[in-house]
């Protein structure tokens, strides 16, 4: 089979993290015995199904998908990673709809909404998150690959940039270290790499390498070299761990239904997962249904253009 190019590995990306969020949604905080069996998974559940958010319309991402489009933004208008701008956005996300679909907001959480509230008290964005051990959130995953589709520099810059943004909401070193393998894996798919998790986790075990606490984060609490796991919580160490089990699957369809199934965090899994499985696969390898039906696409299409341009 042909290999998708890099503009197509690019859009499938974004897409398909909006996708895979959007999917989610109607999903989110059911058990996984009670989500549909994978055939059954639309934006529009089955009937019957008791769906979360009712008043928001089907194929609408959330938190995931509108915070990951600022953090995009933000790296296309100023040309790097500006904590204070992309703080900036988050404030106009939380209080105006920036970049949220109809520019309704309808779930923030918990973490996030306190660092939020300490930027507006003046709290420098770099410290505003949270770092205790009981704030690792996936907060700040869910959100981190756009920067993986922007960035060029070095992989120690990107590993660096992606706990930066981290630190905006989610402060603990764990999470930073989620998201800094995150977007390595999603680099090594990029590039093609025929083992991009196996090549991330070296990549990011050379960086750390003088890095005490950062090797512990990882070796310790993520452990890289175990077998997938899926669990649907909100645990940032169970959604990394559960994206990687669902894209042990071959499409991005099976992929993302398989994160939905796991229950609970379902937009957020589907997202981390989505996000992946459509690196790997390009544009093209998300159901066309899902892409003409996902809302959004003024916010969406002038902000692909731009990373494509950037890219090319």
Request: contains cysteine; glycine residues 10%.
């Amino acid at each position: 089979m042909t290999q998708p190019s890099l503009n197509d590995r690019l859009a499938g990306g974004l897409v398909g993290l909006l996708v895979g969020d959007a999917l989610g949604v109607p999903y989110e905080f059911h058990p996984p015995e009670t989500i549909p069996t994978s055939e059954l998974i639309e934006y529009k559940p089955p009937p019957g199904f008791a769906r979360s958010h009712r008043g928001v319309p089907p194929g609408t991402w959330s938190d995931d998908g509108a915070q990951a489009l600022c953090l995009l933004a933000s790296l296309l208008d100023c040309e790097r990673l500006d904590l204070a701008d992309f703080a900036t956005r988050l404030l106009r996300w939380c209080d105006e709809g920036y970049l949220a679909v109809d520019g309704v907001v309808f779930d923030i959480g918990v973490t996030t909404g306190a660092a939020l509230s300490a930027v507006r008290q003046g709290v420098a964005p770099g410290e505003a998150g949270r770092d205790g051990v009981y704030a690792n959130g996936n907060g700040s995953l869910m959100r981190v690959l756009p920067l993986a589709l922007w960035h060029q520099g070095t992989d120690a810059q990107l590993v660096q940039a992606a706990q930066l943004q981290s630190c905006v909401t989610h402060r603990h070193l764990r999470s930073q270290v989620c998201c800094a393998l995150y977007c390595l894996w999603a680099r090594r798919i990029l590039e093609a790499h025929p083992e991009p998790w196996q090549a991330a986790v070296q990549t990011l075990r050379h960086i750390y390498a003088e890095d005490e606490a950062a090797t512990e984060e990882l070796e310790w609490s993520i452990r890289p070299d175990d077998p997938p796991e899926g669990k649907g919580s909100g645990y940032v160490v169970d959604c990394l761990r559960s994206a990687r089990w669902a894209c042990q699957h071959k499409t991005y369809a099976e992929v993302v239904r398989s994160a939905i199934r796991l229950g609970n965090d379902t937009d957020t899994t589907a997202c981390v997962a989505g996000g992946i499985a459509g690196l790997r696969g390009g544009i093209e390898a998300i159901p066309l249904q899902w892409r003409e039906a996902l809302r959004g696409q003024d916010l969406l299409a002038p902000l692909l253009e731009r990373l494509l341009m950037v890219r090319g």
